[in-house]
């Protein structure tokens, strides 16, 4: 066949966060500087998913510890002791 297999894309999601007033200041100014270089008005929180994009895309380290899950060589993090567990070996 020469259609690839379709990839379907997973569901959005809403998350909802607070900001410092110093951080949506700088998220409002941002938005200024991107309507500045590229014309178009957005709002700061319109920006958010597509900074956090870019930011997981920058993240060399990530993207290859992603591809390394891929390959099948799956970092395996060790469970949180319960804490049961931490109050039996305390003294």
Do not use: C
Request: aromatic share 6%; charged share 25%.
């Amino acid at each position: 066949m020469k259609l690839s297999r379709i990839i379907k894309s997973l569901p959005s999601v809403q998350v909802r966060v607070t900001l410092s007033g110093e951080l949506n200041a700088a998220l409002e100014n941002y938005a200024r500087y991107y309507e500045h270089i590229h014309g178009d008005s957005v709002e700061g929180r319109a920006l958010i998913s597509e900074m956090l994009r870019a930011f997981i895309e920058a993240d060399r380290e990530f993207q290859s510890w992603t591809r390394a899950r891929s390959n099948g060589r799956q970092h395996r993090v060790a469970p949180a002791p319960s804490p049961q567990a931490t109050a039996r070996t305390q003294p």
